[in-house]
């Protein structure tokens, strides 16, 4: 079981770890673009809302067919994630169903690896060399529970500079130099495969390694630590989950 503060006691994770998202509108598709057309008119930055759904980050992305068409999906932001994945239905949408090595359609269940489709934020196509992809067979969402058609890893966004407005509700992704940071810059240390990212905080006089994760639903500290924060302050308000 794990040991969980509450909000006051863990208000200086929780504004390290960045949570997530909402479920967002529908899918579209629009007019053909073809790679030329794209490359000249290609953005140097770009800001879309996002939504919140039991604090997981969702956005709307472009997807690029095969033909040139597009096809816009929610897309589950989720920066602790490894992997990018996607629904069956998307997947399909795109030329990328999974099949088995007969060339029949994979069994429901089945997770299996596929070429990483090209897409866009807000008209930004992401450099996405090295990103591994794999599709859920049988399912159109990516997970039980989430509306999201696709679940976006760290490592499709770690060439870009990355705003999370979370009170205006807007993501702005950006490549480097095309905008001026602001704010106090700290160090981090990052997994330069995955994409994987950790901050340092000062916790109760503790130095603590947090993981930014806009993938999950709450800030999760280990069992050790809590243990520790309530023989040190046993009037600090607790309860025991599973």
């Not at 770009?46 to 472009?62: G, K």
């Not at 602001?182 to 901050?199: A, K, M, Q, W």
């Amino acid at each position: 079981m794990n040991r969980c503060l509450d909000s006051r006691v863990l208000a200086s994770v929780a504004a390290l770890l960045v949570l997530c998202g909402r479920p967002s509108s529908g899918q579209q598709a629009a007019a053909v673009v073809s790679p030329e057309e794209m490359v000249a008119t290609a953005a140097r930055s770009a800001t879309i809302p996002f939504t919140l759904d039991h604090n997981r980050l969702m956005v709307d992305v472009q997807f690029v067919r095969s033909d040139g068409t597009m096809r816009t999906a929610q897309v589950w932001l989720d920066t602790g994630n490894q992997r990018f994945s996607l629904g069956e239905k998307l997947a399909a949408d795109l030329g990328l169903a999974p099949m088995s090595s007969d060339g029949a359609k994979a069994p429901e269940g089945q997770v299996r690896e596929v070429p990483t489709p090209r897409m866009l934020v807000g008209g930004l196509e992401l450099d996405v060399a090295g990103v591994k992809t794999i599709v859920h067979s049988g399912r159109v969402t990516v997970r039980s529970g989430v509306t999201a058609e696709a679940c976006f890893p760290a490592n499709a966004l770690r060439r870009l500079h990355v705003v999370l407005d979370y009170p205006a509700r807007k993501l702005t992704v950006a490549m480097p130099g095309a905008g001026k940071p602001r704010g106090v810059p700290i160090s981090c240390l990052i997994n330069e495969e995955t994409g994987l990212l950790l901050v340092e905080a000062l916790i109760d006089g503790e130095t603590v390694r947090l993981g930014v994760d806009t993938g999950s639903a709450g800030t999760w500290v280990s069992t050790a630590l809590t243990e520790k924060w309530q023989e040190r302050h046993p009037q600090w308000p607790s309860a025991i989950g599973a």
